[in-house]
Nanobody, 123 residues
């Protein structure tokens, strides 16, 4: 497991944009999967997006496809999430995650989590 530190988040009106960032502490390169999950009040945590650091392939949940993106070819010890065209239903706590290849979501097995950052989208 690794330590993850997130930044970004905040409040925005519907249709706006936000960017989240996450760094793997103490590493210049992380080999595996980095991604983002979210949890809205009263709901289970769900996968949002992920990138494999080797190969830079990305995977997105259907609910954010075309609106959210993980910039590719950035530092291999960090992951960002660019969120555009935000909707009120995107309101949640967003968690950075790290893990290995081969798992239930996006073919990754996530085992490390950040502290979470709040994203609030008002209508």
């Amino acid at each position: 497991q690794v330590q993850l530190v997130e930044s970004g988040g905040g409040s925005v009106q519907a249709g706006g944009s936000l960017r989240l960032s996450c760094v793997v502490v103490g590493r210049t390169y992380y080999s595996g999967c980095l991604g983002w999950f979210r949890q809205a009040p009263g709901k289970d945590r769900e996968g949002v997006a992920r990138i494999r650091t080797f190969g830079q392939t990305t995977f997105y949940a259907d609910s954010v496809e075309g609106r959210f993106s993980i910039p590719r070819y950035g530092p291999r010890n960090s992951v960002s999430l660019q969120m555009n065209s935000l909707k009120p239903e995107d309101t949640a706590i967003y968690y950075c995650a790290a893990g290995d290849h081969g798992g239930m979501w996006g073919d990754c097995d996530f085992n490390s989590w950040g502290q979470g950052t709040q994203v609030t989208v008002s209508s």
